[in-house]
C-alpha cells in the first residue's frame, strides 16, 4: 500500500540521497526516496570508481549505486521511481509539505533532503555521445588517473576547466585544452595557474569538429573557428569542463539559489536551508567538490540534522 505521508522525503537517487536514506532508515524514520529521472544519478555514467574509501579494487559506477539503494532497503528505506516535479512548502513553523510526483501523485513529508544533483553538460555531437565510458568524461578529478602520462584534452574555459586542466597536467604527458573564445572566461588566478603548466597545449578559438575512435577515443578533429582550418591529434581521453546544471528547477522562488541555480545552505550549515525541517545534500547545493564521498558526506549531516529537528518538533 502507498504511503500518503513520510516522515522523511528523499528527493533524488545519488550517493547524498541513498546515504540521507540509510542514515534516516536506521534511525527508524522509515524514509521514502524517490529516483528521478536517473535512478542512480551521474555515478551511473562513470565507468570505474577508483577514489571512494572503501573499494580497494575499485567499483564501476552503476553496480555502487545498485549496492547503496540495497543498503538503503535493508534498513527499511522506500525507494521509489518517480520524479518530484513540484514542492509547496508549509509556512507554519513544523508544518507539513506537500510534494508532487510525476505531476499527478502527492505525498506529505514532515521533513525533506533534497539531494536532485546536478546534470553536467556535454556537447552533443554523436561521436561525444558514442564514446562516453569509452574516454570521454566529464570529471577530471574522476577519472584523470586512468590516463596517467597519457595524452589527453580537455573542453571549456572556465574556472572548472582551468583547474582540471591543472590538475590533469600534474597526471598525464600532454594536455590540449580547447576554449572557443579568443580569452577564457576563468578568473585570472586560474589562468595564471594554466599558462605555468607547461605540458598544457592552450588552444583559443578551437571547438570539436569530432571525436575519433571506435571503442574507445584515439583521437580529436578540432576546427580553428576563426579559419575553418581542421586539425587531427592524438590523444586517449577527452574531458568535458563545460558546466554543470543543478537540478533545482522545482525550487525555483522558493529556496534561496545562487546565479548559476545551486541552492545555498544557511545558517553557517552546509545543509540546513531556510525552512525549517527541509535540507540539501550533495551537487544541487555544492558546486565546488562534486565528489561522491563529499556528496555521501552531505547526506548523513542532512539525516542527522532532520533525525534531531524531528526529536524536537514532532
Ligand atoms: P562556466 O559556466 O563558468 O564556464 C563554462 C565554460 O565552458 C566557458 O568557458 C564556456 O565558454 C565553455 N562552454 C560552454 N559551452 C560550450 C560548448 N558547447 N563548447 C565549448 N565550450 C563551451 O562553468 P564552470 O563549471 O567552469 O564554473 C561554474 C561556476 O563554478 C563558476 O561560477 C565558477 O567560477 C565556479 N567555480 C569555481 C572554482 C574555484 O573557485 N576554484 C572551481 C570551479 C568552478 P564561453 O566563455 O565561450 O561561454
Not at 44 to 49: G, L, P, Y
Not at 257 to 262: R, W
Not at 263 to 271: F, M, T, Y
Not at 273 to 301: E, L
Request: hydrophobic residues 35%; negative net charge.
Amino acid at each position: 500500500m502507498e504511503i500518503k505521508k513520510s516522515k522523511v522525503l528523499i528527493i533524488g537517487s545519488g550517493p547524498a540521497g541513498y546515504t540521507a536514506a540509510i542514515y534516516a532508515s536506521r534511525a527508524d524514520l522509515k524514509p521514502v526516496l524517490y529516483t528521478g529521472m536517473e535512478p542512480g544519478g551521474q555515478l551511473t555514467t562513470t565507468t570505474e570508481v577508483d577514489n571512494f574509501p572503501g573499494y580497494p579494487d575499485g567499483v564501476d559506477g552503476p553496480t555502487m549505486m545498485v549496492e547503496l539503494q540495497k543498503q538503503a532497503e535493508r534498513f527499511g528505506t522506500d525507494v521509489r521511481i518517480g520524479l518530484v516535479t513540484q514542492v509547496t512548502f508549509s509556512n507554519s513553523e513544523g508544518g507539513i509539505h506537500k510534494v508532487t510526483v510525476d505531476s499527478n501523485k502527492e505525498i506529505e513529508a514532515e521533513s525533506i533532503i533534497i539531494s536532485t544533483g546536478a546534470t553536467a553538460k556535454y556537447l552533443g555531437i554523436p561521436s561525444e555521445e558514442r564514446l562516453k565510458g569509452g574516454g570521454v568524461s566529464a570529471c577530471a578529478v574522476c577519472d584523470g588517473f586512468f590516463y596517467k602520462g597519457q595524452d589527453v584534452a580537455i573542453v571549456g574555459g572556465g574556472d572548472t576547466a582551468a583547474e582540471e586542466a591543472t590538475y590533469l597536467a600534474n597526471i598525464c604527458k600532454k594536455v590540449t585544452m580547447l576554449v572557443r573564445k579568443d580569452h577564457m572566461r576563468a578568473s585570472k588566478a586560474m589562468q595564471h595557474r594554466v599558462n605555468a603548466k607547461e605540458n598544457i597545449d592552450l588552444r583559443y578559438n578551437s571547438e570539436i569538429d569530432e571525436v575519433l575512435g571506435d571503442q574507445v577515443v584515439e583521437g580529436l578533429r578540432i576546427v580553428n573557428n576563426q579559419t575553418g582550418e581542421k586539425e587531427e591529434i592524438p590523444i586517449t581521453g577527452l574531458f568535458i569542463a563545460i558546466g554543470h546544471i543543478p537540478n533545482t528547477q522545482p525550487f525555483e522562488n522558493l529556496l534561496p539559489l545562487d546565479s548559476n541555480g545551486y541552492l545555498i545552505p544557511e545558517n553557517g550549515s552546509q545543509v540546513q536551508t531556510a525552512i525549517p525541517g527541509v535540507y540539501v545534500a550533495g551537487d544541487c547545493a555544492d558546486h565546488v567538490y562534486r565528489q561522491a564521498i563529499t556528496a555521501a558526506g552531505m547526506g548523513c549531516q542532512a539525516a542527522i540534522d532532520a533525525e534531531r529537528w524531528l526529536a524536537e518538533n514532532k
